[in-house]
């Protein structure tokens, strides 16, 4: 282990001078990419410390042993060998984990699209459900949510929410949220008190740098138009809302969420610019799965990955057979338990697929 930590070493030795010569500090993107992959390799110098400082208590600790001559110092090495033997392993399998190649995907930004499925207006107040769940969660993890386009359902929710969240490894947490969500509940507008199933699609897309995609501006028409729904004196009366049309692939992404033309365009291109990358990677995804079938993350948008039941309380997850009866607090934001599970699942099916380099 600590000649493979040492290798990664060099790298981290190398990155650490790239970053600071000027060539690659004007090359935008390969110093974004050499930034974060600094940050990953710092986290593993730190782990690769414990693991030295670990294995020399052990080495320390079987010469004092060894030699005897001292009660006391023999007493105190075999404290320390049995605490070293203890915690190794679970650093060891610690740095398989964190050696396993990471999606260069998952740090990235992403864009979510929540759209109501099957059951009517009840489909639309429980996308509206699964916003307010992905809102109150990515404000637990201090990161940041704003809505870029939204259709409201006629009886409260929304047949379609569109919203960017930005901050740490936001992909690598909420890529496993993406596929059909289901609901089984007495609806608001059930006047009879039958059980109704209704689904919503949930959308993740990593978001693109202007450097992942490039578009070409003649290949995309741009339409302006007056915003619906609230928003004060601006609403119907400005053209501040932008609609663009990818004309080579018929993509269509819009926003009308700020008054502001300019920022309406930008946020509306960002859309764009992620469901190009996403096309891409689902064509990557779809020749990954060929090679192996991943259990959560396999990018079937039609798959239907968790139930949501009311008079139980119970929510479960069909990918990994989770059910947690602690639908409250699920549906209030508090869903880092399921990730937990999905993404240990993953990292496991990783630790197999990459067991040959260890």
Not at 95 to 106: F, G, H, Q, S, T
Not at 110 to 132: Q, T
Not at 158 to 178: H, N, P, Q, R
Not at 262 to 275: D, G, I, T, Y
Request: glycine share 6%; aromatic share 6%.
């Amino acid at each position: 282990m600590i000649e493979k930590l040492n290798i990664v070493k060099q790298r981290f030795d190398e990155v650490n001078d790239l970053i600071i010569q000027p060539d690659i500090i004007s090359d935008q993107k390969r110093y974004v990419e050499l930034n974060k992959e600094y940050k990953d390799l710092k986290a593993l110098m730190d782990v690769r410390e414990k693991y030295i400082e670990l294995t020399e208590n052990i080495q320390e600790s079987e010469e004092i042993i060894a030699d005897g001559s001292d009660a006391e110092m023999t007493e105190m090495a075999k404290l320390q060998l049995d605490e070293a033997k203890a915690e190794l392993p679970k650093l060891d399998e610690k740095i398989r984990m964190m050696l396993v190649p990471k999606d260069p995907e998952d740090s990235k930004n992403v864009v979510m699209e929540i759209r109501a499925g099957a059951g009517g207006d009840e489909a639309s107040i429980f996308a509206g459900d699964l916003y307010k769940m992905y809102n109150k969660y990515a404000e637990s993890k201090g990161w940041k949510c704003q809505i870029v386009d939204y259709n409201e359902g006629t009886n409260g929710g929304f047949k379609e929410m569109i919203f960017d969240i930005s901050g740490e490894d936001v992909y690598g947490t909420l890529k496993f949220e993406a596929g059909v969500h289901r609901v089984q509940r007495v609806p608001q507008t059930e006047t009879q008190g039958r059980v109704h199933t209704s689904a919503a699609t949930v959308m993740v897309l990593p978001e693109a740098e202007e450097f992942d995609v490039e578009i070409n501006p003649k290949e995309v028409r741009v339409d302006f138009f007056c915003s619906s729904g609230p928003g004060g004196q601006s609403v119907n009366t400005t053209y501040s809302a932008v609609r663009l049309t990818h004309i080579p692939t018929g993509l269509v992404a819009q926003c009308q969420d700020q008054k502001s033309q300019h920022k309406n365009k930008e946020k509306a291109f960002r859309v764009l610019r992620s469901r190009l990358y996403e096309m891409e990677l689902a064509k990557k995804l779809e020749a990954d799965s060929a090679k192996r079938n991943s259990m959560v993350s396999s990018g079937d948008r039609s798959a239907k990955i968790r139930t949501y039941n009311y008079s139980q309380g119970r929510v479960t997850d069909h990918r990994i057979n989770l059910t947690l009866y602690d639908l409250s607090n699920i549906i209030n934001g508090d869903i880092q338990k399921i990730i937990d599970e999905l993404q240990l699942v993953e990292n496991t099916e990783k630790l197999k697929e990459n067991s040959d380099a260890f």
